[in-house]
């Protein structure tokens, strides 16, 4: 009987890219929901886990005899499609271009979304229309642009559903709770739909719905 991955959450962008991963490769594992304003990332215990603090982050104890920690939304994004063989090309060329939107998404887009996110949902007033809230959305819309020209004449970033599509989509999903309008960019638009109506992504991005973050 294999056992299960523990895995260390809340219910943000950069945990939805780990549960519906999770609920796409149909995988076994258990809910470690982290109370981020409550500071539960910074627990001696978490620490253990991802000496970076922060979510998302798995232990899978399925395996080896000694779990295996790992951090990172990238980092366990690989790990699970290299564990399951799926959402994963087989060629050289295409693991080539995944890696590269891979390390686009967590390089540009994340952050990018993640600091604007920051200015709009949790600056002070004074700090809404400063230089650096203007910078992050502008690069934010800049990331949009990149990916509204590689879904050109595509359905998906590289040719098949992979985990760059899994890894990117969560900060698109906001993008109008943010205040970005994504009139702009028609093919991002069909796309964040052609992902939502997925089982397993609408599945992820429900989990623990309810719960503080």
Not at 26 to 44: M, V
Request: glycine share 6%; aromatic share 12%.
């Amino acid at each position: 009987m294999k056992k299960a991955i523990d895995f260390y959450y809340s219910p943000t962008p950069n945990g939805w890219k780990v549960s519906i991963m999770l609920e796409e490769c149909g995988l076994n594992y258990n809910t470690k929901l982290i109370n981020l304003k409550k500071g539960d990332q910074f627990s001696s215990d978490f620490l253990k886990i991802n000496p970076n603090k922060k979510i998302p982050a798995i232990t899978d104890y399925d395996e080896n005899e000694k779990p295996i920690n790992v951090f990172e939304s990238g980092a366990i994004l690989l790990y699970l499609a290299e564990k399951t063989g799926k959402f994963m090309p087989d060629s050289i060329d295409e693991r080539r271009k995944l890696t590269q939107w891979l390390f686009w998404q967590v390089g540009n887009l994340g952050p990018m979304g993640g600091q604007h996110s920051h200015f709009w949902n949790y600056a002070p007033t004074s700090e809404k229309q400063s230089y650096a809230a203007h910078r992050y959305a502008d690069e934010y819309k800049k990331c949009l642009e990149v990916l509204e020209y590689q879904l050109t004449g595509r359905d998906y970033i590289i040719n098949d559903y992979s985990i760059a599509d899994i890894i990117s989509w969560p900060w698109v999903l906001i993008a109008k709770s943010m205040g970005i309008s994504l009139d702009p960019y028609p093919n991002v638009i069909n796309w964040r739909q052609r992902l939502k109506e997925r089982d397993a992504v609408r599945r992820g991005v429900d989990l623990m719905r309810n719960k503080k973050k």
